[in-house]
């Protein structure tokens, strides 16, 4: 197998996986995922290996298929520094999603197939060098998702499901249009059609104001701007999640949380600054104020939860405020942070949903008032649940700390005030962690039926055991995974704010 | 040192003890945790410092030009430190085998002590801010697991977590102090910067607001004024632990913190001043409170509390070594008073009221005797260990270049207090008659030990750090921290320093008596107290502080997040989402209306819709 397709397997193994699924067992359908995403372990850890730090801000192991000559379009597929931590994220991710899915009892195979497909269009949404081939990656990501949570979610699933959809896909529309003005101008621009990524950062826009002020750039940055900050979610933009994330199966909620929220700062970083630097410079902040507020007001909510799940969802939106300020500040330190934040925040948050759905598969119930008390009779799922808390709440030493740590710094620099307000976000981050904490696992035990529970088992040791590992590796020494790719974070402002007015000097 | 060792022995200690063996009692559990702490000891002792010989390092992340290291070095002030710390540490290991003896799944308390250990020696060690705010933020972790060690009882859980959480509040000071540290100096590495200010000259202004946040950052761990609230509810741990982490190590990490980071807090002179103020204020309040509280725990925490403020006084005043010479000795004395706190309780099934005690002279000999060395010695009287550490702090708070008499009077005013009321606990726990209902006993013998060890220190550390004038002893301390802390400033005062300790010698000697006359008979107390009502209501209720923040910002923080929570966020923004969703709904059913079946309803729609076409198309041909 040589490089060139080592991406194409990446993206095709786990679609294959899923048509597979559907000739299987629904016993045998979970153990054969579970196979397809150790493979792509595997595959990830190749493409570990092969990728190359020294060219990190180049795209690495391309393959690339014409597929619309006429238009210009291909199946396009690549790999840079800015890809290359979410890809081995989702992959990381991938088995665990699948292993938290063990125990349910519904249409295993369909169930294990969505898992796949989602894989594949996750993968392919990272990796995609075509603009048209993102965007059928990025819609294909709706449909099993759309599934996975309005099929095997809880009660109020139907309209979990239903609000996610058109919440989402009303802010791919926007990015649409961005995408259908932008591939007419490369024909205008360039000669001819291309759905090439890189030839559309190259675009240059008139400078005339189509309404309320707005020029062709910032109409462009706003479409992709408003679907990745749905994506993200951005406050105000955030009310899908809480919905999404407590109906979602444990498996859903993990990758949701994981991977999916990062094709929002993904998308950022991919298309709208470098596609619209004018604009974002413009608008960089404002967004930097509503991350802000999302960091606090995030906190905030979640403070006030009396579900698990709607307490993790709350704090993701105050954690991704985080990598959004990061990129805000426009210097290295933030967009390192804001990267480390992406991964750290995958790993803690989706072994927080793991250890919520172990209670959840036990009791069938995510309120705090049904538990309380649980650290007398689990031990060690108390153990591993404090130490993720700690982690999310950035305990240094843990991984949650570092890109935390170099968000502020970002920021700081960028505007002291910022940094002098989101700082707070430590004190609010532990109120509503420890909360969660004392909640479920102190005080005498209230409700009888919690005094026969199980322990962690092997199977579920199995799924947070990885993520336990990489939350300590990660906090002390992240410098051997943030070496990998470092240089395409360290040259991003430079490259992409050439077309400012910004002097790339004054730019760290 | 032999560093790796000196850290890495009770890191092991705690993963064999909490993840690996996890022994059944305590017994086993406090002996692996006592070796991992003796070893970390010895390995303090058996070598000195060196500087020189070469810290070990790696990279911990690189982000442009900014790079972090994970270093660990050792110089006087660390070493001292470390020796501080790990032999009290190993003490209070040892003494908490057999308090602990009883409990069940011990293990996780032992395991928890040696993680304490470990961050602790982390946070002393370190070579940068960065660094140090690992261990701050780790012993801040343990000191909450360890507070809410009987997790059950939901109060203790929730004294935990106001510790954290305070504790966070001066964290993100302190992240503050490490940002504007880095944009001034480049570095976060503490002998850099040092450099850098003796060499270079920077904005006095933001040198005072760098150091500013830096002491927020103190004044959380170090329970200043307004951060101070979480330590005495901190007592709700076990009292080995508030022996160790809430009275001799943790609550000092500030003091230490100002002393690593002097070289910019002698030019920031603002800042200095304020933490004088805030000192001095610390002091006076706390020592205020302890004079009326009940339980024997909570009179010891506030008088933490108060020591804590005195050795800020002496930062303020640009008094570093006074204020490590105080760390010391208080860490032995107030160790050592707290232990026997613990054997009293331990002896009380529980009991903590001092008013429920009382004639425990006799069935507790050795606890009564060391106790009393206790007493002595942080009461200030000559020649224990309180005294010349406690002389030093005032001297340097009178010969302070502004307001030092003030400070001074003060600070006189507060060991005054505090001999006080240290002489009213010990009376009314061991003088007089038992007034409780329980059947006290004397502890084993690995608590007496470590209490009489530390009896010993109470009574010697002194004469480390004798002053000159005296002309008895070399101060050897000052010969010893030179090199990291500067030569002791010397100033002039209203008085010379020999008149300054006679006044402080009577005023202690005068506290002690009026204790001993009022409490060995408590009943003498009582007319005396009836007069003074009015201010026991005040201090037995802590000035109400508690109760102030819980009506000031806890409350209104909590309605602001439900507001937020269960009508801003369902109602407002989400409702906002759903607009157009029931707006969709609404056109719906109304178009629904139109939809009657009825043909001739449709035709006269049609007809309708026919003539306005015409109508449309006419006048464009007119135009």
């Not at chain 1, 397709?5 to 193994?13: A, D, F, I």
């Not at chain 2, 109602?571 to 759903?578: A, E, K, P």
Request: proline share 4%.
């Amino acid at each position: 197998m040589g490089m060139e397709h080592l991406l194409l397997w990446l993206v095709t193994l786990p679609l294959i996986g899923a048509l597979v699924c559907f000739a299987l067992t629904d016993e045998l359908s979970k153990y054969f995922a579970l196979v397809v995403t150790l493979l792509g372990w595997v595959l990830a850890f190749f493409v570990y290996q092969g990728f190359d730090s020294a060219h990190a801000t180049q795209l690495q192991m391309v393959f690339n298929y014409p597929w619309l000559n006429s238009m210009g379009v291909s199946f396009g597929l690549g790999i840079d520094g800015i890809s290359f931590p979410l890809v081995i994220l989702t992959k990381l991710m991938m088995p665990i999603a699948i292993l938290a899915s063990f125990n349910e009892k519904k249409f295993m195979r369909f169930f294990m197939s969505c898992y796949l497909v989602l894989d594949s269009a996750m993968t392919g949404t990272f990796l995609a060098t075509d603009m048209v081939l993102f965007y059928v990656f990025w819609e294909l990501m709706l449909i099993p998702m759309i599934l996975l949570i309005g099929v095997w979610g809880s009660e109020q699933r139907v309209f979990a499901s239903v609000k996610f959809f058109i919440y989402t896909f009303a802010g791919s529309m926007l990015m649409l249009a961005s995408i259908f003005y932008l591939f007419s101008q490369t024909h205008v621009q360039l000669g001819q059609y291309t759905g090439e990524i890189a030839a559309f950062t190259k675009l240059n826009f008139s400078p005339v104001e189509v309404f309320w002020g707005l020029n062709a750039e910032k109409l462009v940055f706003l479409g992709f701007f408003i679907a990745f900050a749905i994506k993200v979610p951005l406050f105000p933009l955030h009310t899908w999640l809480p919905d999404a994330h407590v109906q979602a199966p444990t498996g859903g909620s993990i990758l949701l949380a994981a991977v999916l929220l990062k094709m929002g700062t993904y998308g950022l970083l991919r298309f709208a600054i470098p596609i619209a630097p004018n604009a974002f410079v413009e608008f960089s902040t404002c967004v930097a104020y509503l991350a802000i507020i999302g960091i606090l007001y995030g906190a905030w909510v979640a403070y006030q939860q009396k579900d698990m799940k709607k307490l993790v969802a709350y704090s993701s939106v105050s954690h991704l405020g985080f990598c959004v300020l990061g990129i805000c500040s426009m210097n290295t330190k933030g967009l390192t942070g804001s990267m480390l934040q992406m991964v750290n925040h995958g790993i803690t948050t989706g072994a927080l949903f793991l250890l919520v759905g172990m209670l959840y598969e036990r009791r069938h119930t995510k309120k705090f008032e049904d538990y309380g008390g649980l650290a007398a009779i689990v031990p060690y799922f108390s153990i591993l649940f404090v130490f993720v808390a700690c982690s999310s709440m950035g305990v240094p030493g843990l991984n949650g700390f570092v890109g935390e740590f170099l968000v502020f710094m970002g920021a700081f620099e960028a505007n002291q005030t910022w940094a002098f307000v989101t700082v707070t976000g430590v004190v609010f981050g532990a109120l509503y962690t420890l909360t969660m904490v004392k909640k479920t696992l102190f005080g005498p035990v209230t409700n009888a039926e919690n005094r026969s529970l199980k322990d962690v088992t092997l199977k579920e040791w199995a799924a947070i055991l990885p993520l336990c590992i990489l939350i300590v590796y990660l906090g002390l020494a992240p410098n051997s995974f943030l070496s990998k790719f470092n240089q395409s974070l360290d040259t991003y402002w430079a490259e992409t704010l050439k077309k400012t007015a910004l002097d790339a000097g004054t730019v760290k | 040192m032999m560093m790796p060792l000196l850290l890495a022995a009770p890191l092991i200690g705690a993963i064999v003890n909490g993840l690996i063996l996890r022994p059944a009692t305590a017994k086993r559990a406090g002996v692996i945790a006592s070796i991992a702490a003796l070893t970390s000891f010895a390995s303090v002792m058996v070598q000195h410092f060196a500087p020189d010989a070469g810290p070990f390092e790696w990279t911990w992340f690189t982000v442009g030009e900014l790079t972090v290291k994970w270093s660990f070095a050792s110089d006087p002030l660390t070493w001292m430190m470390c020796a501080v710390v790990t032999g009290i540490g190993s003490l209070i290991h040892i003494y908490s085998i057999g308090y602990m003896s009883h409990e069940h799944n011990a293990y996780r308390y032992f395991a928890y002590l040696n993680f304490f250990l470990f961050n602790m020696l982390v946070l002393i060690t370190s070579t940068s801010l960065l660094g140090m705010f690992v261990g701050w933020e780790g012993v801040g972790l343990c000191s909450y697991l360890l507070i809410g060690y009987w997790f059950e009882d939901i109060n203790k859980a929730k004294a935990g977590m106001k510790a954290f959480i305070v504790n966070r509040i001066g964290d993100a000071g302190f992240l503050i102090g490490i940002f504007i540290c880095y944009q001034l100096f480049k570095t976060l590495n503490f002998a850099e910067i040092a450099k850098l200010l003796d060499t270079q000259t920077f904005d006095v202004r933001m040198l005072n607001l760098a150091a500013f946040f830096l002491f927020i950052g103190a004044m959380g761990k170090s329970a200043q004024i307004p951060l101070y609230v979480w330590l005495p509810d901190a007592m709700a741990g076990p009292t080995p632990v508030s022996a160790l982490i809430h009275a001799a190590t943790m609550v000092t990490a500030g003091i230490y913190l100002i002393c690593r980071m002097n070289g910019l807090f002698l030019v920031a002179q603002d800042t200095s001043l304020f933490i004088a103020i805030i000192g001095i204020s610390t002091a006076l309040l706390s020592a205020l409170i302890a004079t009326s509280q009940r339980d024997i725990k909570k009179v010891l925490a506030y008088s933490t509390v108060s020591q804590l403020g005195l050795m800020f006084l002496a930062l303020g005043c640009g008094a570093y070594l006074a204020a490590i010479f105080h760390v010391m000795t208080h860490a032995f004395f107030k160790a050592l008073l707290f232990l026997g706190s613990g054997s009293v309780i331990h002896a009380c099934e529980g009991e903590q009221d001092i008013w429920k005690m009382g004639g425990l002279k006799k069935k507790l000999p050795s606890t009564f005797l060391t106790f009393t060395i206790g007493t002595i010695a942080i009461a200030g009287i000559p020649p224990l260990a309180g005294f010349f550490s406690k002389d030093m702090i005032l001297y340097s708070a009178l010969t302070a270049k502004s307001y030092g008499t003030t400070f001074w009077i003060l600070g006189l005013l507060v060991s005054f207090l505090t001999a006080f009321y240290m002489v009213r606990v010990w009376a009314l726990t061991f003088l007089g008659e038992y007034r409780g209902d329980k059947h006290p006993h004397e502890s084993p013998a690995t608590m007496l030990i470590p209490l009489y060890i530390l009896a010993f220190g109470s009574i010697v550390a002194g004469f480390l750090g004798m002053p000159e004038g005296l002309h008895l002893l070399p101060n050897y301390l000052e010969a010893f921290l030179h090199p990291v802390l500067g030569p002791l400033v010397e100033g002039h005062g209203a008085l010379s320093e020999e008149r300054a300790m006679a006044v402080a010698t009577v005023s202690a000697i005068i506290a002690c008596s009026l204790g001993f006359y009022f409490y060995s008979k408590p009943e003498r107390s009582e007319t005396p107290g009836k007069i003074l009502v009015p201010f026991k209501t005040v201090f037995e209720n802590k000035f109400w502080v508690d109760e102030l923040y819980g009506l000031v910002i806890v409350k209104p923080f909590d309605a602001l997040c439900a507001f937020f929570a269960k009508f801003f966020d369902p109602n407002i923004i989400d409702g906002l989402v759903l607009l157009p969703s029931k707006a969709a709904q609404g056109m719906g059913s109304l178009l629904v209306l139109l939809q009657t079946g009825i043909v001739q309803t449709y035709l006269l729609f049609f007809v309708f819709g026919l003539l306005v076409l015409f109508m449309v198309l006419l006048k464009g041909v007119v135009l």
